[in-house]
């Protein structure tokens, strides 16, 4: 059993910054993409960050240049830098991942953590 747990959402202003943390556990051997994903009120889910593990990244064009996605494999943790944020970033935003366990590759989805942004 894999599990990927979020943290790190929050309420902040416009123009500030926050760090999302997703941490996995479980009988893990390693990883290939890790990712994040948000999912606005009323809109469809959207990738917005993605690190494979050969440690090409890729960005939505919505935040080129203000986020940063990066991973610690000793902690089996991806994370999202987010700076200058915007209140059309207002989302609750998923982390995900390709895992490696001894019976499979699988991808997982963490519950989700609110990231709301006032204007």
């Known amino acids: 059993q894999v599990q990927l747990v979020e943290s790190g959402g929050g309420l902040v202003q416009a123009g500030g910054s926050l760090r999302l943390s997703c941490a996995a556990s479980?009988?893990?051997?390693?990883?290939?993409?890790m990712g994040w994903s948000r999912q606005a009120p009323g809109k469809q889910r959207e990738l917005v960050a993605q690190l494979t593990s050969g440690g090409i990244t890729n960005y939505a064009d919505s935040v080129k240049g203000r986020f940063t996605i990066s991973r610690d494999n000793a902690k089996d943790t991806v994370y999202l830098q987010m700076d200058s944020l915007k209140p059309e970033d207002t989302a609750v935003y998923y982390c995900?991942?390709?895992?490696?366990?001894?019976?499979?590759?699988?991808?997982?989805w963490g519950q989700g953590t609110q990231v709301t942004v006032s204007s």
């Open positions: 479980g009988s893990i051997f390693g990883f290939n993409a």
């Open positions: 995900n991942a390709d895992v490696l366990t001894p019976w499979d590759m699988r991808h997982y």
